[in-house]
């Protein structure tokens, strides 16, 4: 129904940047809340941040002050910028979005297939 496609991954040194962007494409009505998860093999999916339709942010305390969540409303996108990176900031980075369709009464959760994220030391 809603497609996420994620962008922007690759191999970066520590201490340096990278900008990942998520598209949402279908049949949508409108967008609520956008956000990236990262996930290593054998741990479970983590929140990174999130941002509402109305530009309201949340991150998690290690990411804070160092990446920053945008949003285009008018092209359903979600960015994340991120900058110092650090190898434990070495993931797999999901694109999740709360996603109304013009035939559906509520909003519904999708997740993209993701984009990996590996900083070398």
């Known amino acids: 129904q809603v497609r996420l496609v994620e962008s922007g991954g690759g191999l970066v040194q520590a201490g340096g940047s990278l900008r990942l962007s998520c598209a949402a494409s279908g049949t949508i009505f409108s967008v609520n809340v956008m956000g990236w998860y990262r996930q290593t093999p054998g741990n479970q999916r983590e929140l990174v941040a999130t941002i509402t339709s109305g530009g309201s942010t949340n991150y998690a305390d290690s990411v804070k002050d160092r990446f920053t969540i945008s949003r285009d409303n008018g092209k359903n996108t979600v960015s994340l910028q991120m900058n110092r990176l650090k190898s434990e900031d070495t993931a797999r980075y999901y694109c999740?979005?709360?996603?109304?369709?013009?035939?559906?009464?509520?909003?519904?959760?999708?997740w993209g297939q993701g984009t990996q994220v590996t900083v070398s030391s």
């Open positions: 999740k979005a709360q996603v109304r369709m013009f035939w559906n009464n509520d909003y519904s959760w999708y």
